[in-house]
């Protein structure tokens, strides 16, 4: 192992550097996790990055959340999760609210990046 990654592997994780960074490190991992078929463990990330987001109100990593927790809902089929659009439905109101005030093709851009039905 070269010295670099010997001391890279050594050194402590960098600490966030606020909220926004935070909220999506964690969506990232809900999508990683679940990739992965950890269900439980990415519906736990994505949990934790929902609820960071909205503290820190940063509306992209709230609408990535909620549509993850709405496909985590569909192929499960839960009871509590019929659920699944009671996830999308707030995460297309937040898309909304977002791009409702921008000009046309910028809105359009942003919709179309936006993983969620607006």
């Known amino acids: 192992m070269s010295a670099s990654l010997l001391a890279i592997s050594r050194s402590p994780p960098a600490a966030p550097r ?3 960074h935070r909220a999506r ?3 990232t991992r809900a999508r990683a ?3 992965l078929e950890r269900h439980g463990d990415a519906e736990g990330a994505a949990n934790a990055g929902l609820a960071v987001a909205g503290r820190g109100r940063y509306p992209p990593a709230q609408w990535r959340a909620l549509a993850l927790k ?3 809902a569909r192929p499960t089929g839960r009871p509590g999760d ?3 659009d009671a996830y999308a439905a ?3 109101g937040v ?3 977002v791009t409702d005030p921008l000009p046309g093709a910028f809105r359009r851009t942003l919709l179309a990046s936006a993983d969620v039905p607006a």
């Open 18 to 20: 606020d909220g926004t």
């Open 70 to 72: 709405a496909d985590f």
């Open 25 to 27: 490190v964690l969506v």
């Open 90 to 92: 707030p995460a297309s």
């Open 95 to 97: 898309v909304r609210a």
């Open 82 to 84: 019929a659920d699944a």
């Open 33 to 35: 996790l679940a990739a």
